[in-house]
């Protein structure tokens, strides 16, 4: 009997599909990743962040609110070189989701108007 499911690719082929294939989550994956280019920029070359980090969290919203449970250097200083990192990359999934979720509306309007 043959499998009803697709394979983990095909899944992860479609969803970036989604999140690319239009100019409306393209256009938010570039602010995303301005913002999130301007947070690395601030943490690692500016001598004083300060609160570079409110921008990709904003721009990722509402997912991107998980990231309060990422370790903090308060608690643990052993992760302080990690905290960033792992920021970042939390951000970019976060920034993908989005993307991925604004090209299904953008196709759902495109097949309601069409119909």
Known sequence: MASTTRPRAGRLRTW????TDNWLSRGYLL?????????????????????????????TLPLSAVAFLAP????????DWLTPLLFAAWVTLCALVNAGL??????AFRTRSAA
């Open 16 to 19: 970036l599909t989604l999140a």
């Open 31 to 59: 602010v995303a990743g301005s913002a999130l280019g301007f947070f690395l920029w601030a943490v690692y070359l500016s001598p004083d962040p300060g609160f570079a980090a409110i921008w990709p969290f904003a721009a």
């Open 72 to 79: 903090s250097p308060e608690l643990d200083p052993s992760v």
């Open 102 to 107: 604004l090209g299904m509306a953008v196709r």
